[in-house]
């Protein structure tokens, strides 16, 4: 007979996966229609929350609200869209609070990355496409999450 702490870890592991494939469903909706769905949002932040309720503290909600806030400016100050934006708070509650920082620099670093990739598209099937479509930062912000989540277990 297994114990309970055995089978909240198989759980959460299990609930880890269903957020991967949450995530590969979002990275492809975003590249190929620079769109991330409001359900897929929800049903990330709820799997998130599975995977994450050890991590639930005082200070992990203030970190996490902070950060939210943080989000919300970005976008309004058009940095990324409000997708890129429900994305980003939805993956939070898979975090423990001591790798939220390196979210944030994973997400930069990806996105770099991302930015650097559609550089080189733009030079080889002009720029223009390139700024007129945007970049898919949910592809950056979903992976990013993914590891940190992952690291976070």
Do not use: Q
Request: glycine letters at 8%.
């Amino acid at each position: 007979m297994l114990d309970l702490h055995h089978n909240l870890t198989l759980f959460m592991h299990l609930g880890w996966l269903i957020l991967a494939v949450l995530v590969m469903v979002v990275s492809v909706t975003d590249i190929r229609f620079r769109l991330i769905p409001n359900k897929v949002c929800i049903l990330i932040f709820f799997v998130s929350v599975v995977v994450g309720f050890k991590n639930i503290s005082m200070v992990w909600g203030i970190k996490s609200l902070v950060l939210s806030m943080f989000f919300v400016t970005i976008y309004i100050f058009s940095v990324w869209s409000a997708g890129d934006a429900k994305l980003a708070m939805a993956m939070i509650p898979a975090m423990s609070e001591h790798y939220i920082l390196d979210y944030l620099l994973m997400i930069g670093l990806f996105g770099g990355v991302l930015a650097g990739i559609y550089l080189v598209i733009g030079l080889f099937k002009g720029m223009e496409l390139v700024k007129t479509r945007g970049l898919p930062f949910g592809v950056s912000i979903s992976l990013s999450g993914l590891l940190i989540s992952l690291v976070s277990l």
